[in-house]
């Protein structure tokens, strides 16, 4: 039995991107279409038994109609090609409000021929071209779902994390009590884990979002643990395995390094023994690039504009082009009137979008004293040095000497003025 496992599509993302005239949406919707097209053929194509989605189809609570349609697209083909479809619902699906209707929600209205919906803790046993298999499904749960108010009240933000996590794995607990151990089962939840790396998708309510403890997650009932809602993939567990497929596509400059994609997990069963054998394989998406290029120009240097545009050559035109870059360029004050920005960016027209910041660093400045070294070597006060020889000093301390012979000579020809 393969099953493919994916989460955190966030289709309606549009940072980096511009508004395509034609549909009057953000170009950045194409690139997450493109990446879940990727899926979806590799799926058809390899003959996958099912597809497990971990929550988050949109960036939105209230998505477009456009995003809606888009994604309805693609679920259709898989359940038109014959693979039953798994929606667990995340945080990013539930509405603003309670009682209004989720946003993967349709699909179960409507009941669309294999595709199954879960907004709420349950057992599924789904039948695929391999056989059947048992998703325990633990979608996002509002606090006010496992912990009710007369609960909480006087306890501190500890107290309730504890609280919650006590909540979490019983509920976990009785999604296992009811498997039936003959058939392959699969977890499937939308939850933080206490031992997770956190990437772009970052856990903004320290203290009051449910959190699991890996010890309690990793159930050996599961064959599999498939996990939604931290962008960064990774693996908690080895056995059972406990997995974040990550994000899709990436979404921001912190998912920079993440290679993005999803799972393939094969679980084989002994004929003669009934044991199990799970095995999982990430498969990367080619999903739109970010660049991040840092430039430290030093001072003196005669030619500022052409170090920065080594900088950018030098990470090779293919790497810049149809990426999102930015350019990081760190500079003495002086720099400020000698970066050719044209050029600069101009360097960077192949990109899918580029910004360019520069922070210029103002260098401390030596101040002449009460007394001073003079070119004769003699010690004199300020007051008694001639402007020149004073202006002389001053430059030959603070600049490198090109500069400073530079600097003087326009002194000369104002005070000599």
């Not at 930015?326 to 720099?335: D, G, H, K, V």
Request: proline content about 5%; aromatic content about 6%.
């Amino acid at each position: 039995m393969k099953i493919l496992h994916f989460a955190d599509l966030h289709l309606g993302v549009e940072t980096y991107g511009k508004i395509n005239p034609e549909t009057g949406v953000s170009t950045r919707l194409d690139d997450f279409l493109a990446a879940l097209d990727k899926l979806v053929e590799y799926a058809l194509e390899s003959k996958i038994d099912l597809v497990l989605f971990c929550g988050d189809a949109y960036k939105s609570r209230e998505p477009g109609q456009t995003q809606q349609r888009e994604f309805a697209k693609r679920i259709n083909r898989l359940a038109e090609g014959g693979i039953p479809i798994f929606l667990l619902v995340g945080n990013h699906d539930l509405p603003n409000a309670i009682g209004k209707a989720t946003s993967t929600e349709i699909f179960q209205t409507l009941s669309v021929k294999n595709v199954y919906v879960s907004n709420k803790p349950d057992v599924y046993r789904i039948e695929t071209k391999s056989g059947t298999i048992q998703i325990a499904s633990l979608p996002w749960l509002r606090r006010s779902a496992l912990l009710k108010r007369e609960e909480a009240k006087n306890l501190t933000l500890e107290q309730i994390s504890r609280q919650l996590q006590e909540v979490l794995t019983k509920t976990i607990a009785d999604l296992a009590s009811r498997l039936d151990p003959t058939l392959p089962a699969i977890l499937a939840a939308h939850v933080g884990v206490d031992q997770a790396k956190v990437g772009s998708e970052r856990l903004m309510a320290i203290g009051q979002e449910p959190l699991v403890l890996l010890g309690n997650l990793a159930n050996p009932a599961f064959d599999y643990i498939a996990l939604g809602h931290i962008h960064k993939r990774q693996v908690l567990n080895e056995n059972p395995p406990v997995v974040y497929a990550g994000s899709l596509e990436r979404v921001d400059f912190g998912e920079e390094a993440d290679e993005k994609g999803f799972y393939v997990v094969d679980i084989e069963t002994d004929k003669q023994t009934g044991r199990r054998h799970v095995s999982f394989d990430f498969h990367p998406v080619s999903g739109r690039s970010f660049r991040t290029i840092s430039v430290n120009l030093e001072p003196g240097d005669i030619d500022m504009t052409a170090t920065v545009l080594r900088a950018i050559g030098s990470d090779g035109e293919d790497k810049v082009r149809n990426a999102i870059v930015r350019l990081q360029i760190s500079a003495p004050e002086e720099a400020a009137g000698q970066l050719r920005d044209n050029e600069i960016r101009g360097a960077l027209k192949e990109a899918y979008f580029s910004t360019v910041a520069t922070d210029f660093k103002r260098e401390a400045r030596s101040r002449l004293g009460q007394a001073l070294v003079t070119g004769t070597g003699e010690q004199a006060a300020v007051e008694e040095i001639p402007p020149l020889e004073a202006l002389k000093t001053y430059l030959e301390a603070n600049y490198p000497p090109e500069r400073a012979r530079v600097l003087l000579e326009y002194g000369e020809r104002l005070i000599g003025g």
